[in-house]
């Protein structure tokens, strides 16, 4: 779900995935996933983008026409081999 800023509360088994960088906007937006999605997506390499039309699989939309895109491919071994070891940031 994509919420305004500050209506979002994270709690200590949610797992940053990382930070969306937007035009016109100040600070990047944190894109966090429950630790159990987590559990089951992290072999994936998750892309977000913003394209033109109408969606509904997020809580929030715009005016101007533009939607939310996740795009997504399993991580190569080489790059599996490389995020193994990476220590996944929490809301705690």
């Known amino acids: 779900m994509c919420y305004q800023a500050g209506e ?6 949610d797992v940053l995935l990382g930070e969306l960088v937007v035009a016109g906007i100040q600070e990047p937006i944190g894109f ?5 999605q ?5 072999h994936t390499h998750l892309t977000v983008d913003v394209v033109d039309g109408r969606g509904g ?3 929030l939309e715009t005016p ?3 939607r939310f895109l996740i ?3 399993l991580f190569s071994q080489a790059e599996w081999a490389i995020l193994g ?8």
Request: positive net charge; proline residues 3%; hydrophobic residues 30%.
């Open 8 to 13: 979002f509360r994270v709690g200590g088994q």
């Open 32 to 36: 966090w996933m429950s630790a159990s």
């Open 38 to 42: 987590f559990e089951y997506w992290k």
């Open 57 to 59: 699989g997020f809580s």
């Open 64 to 66: 101007e026409g533009k």
């Open 71 to 73: 795009r997504s491919r």
């Open 85 to 92: 070891d990476e220590v996944v940031p929490t809301g705690r």
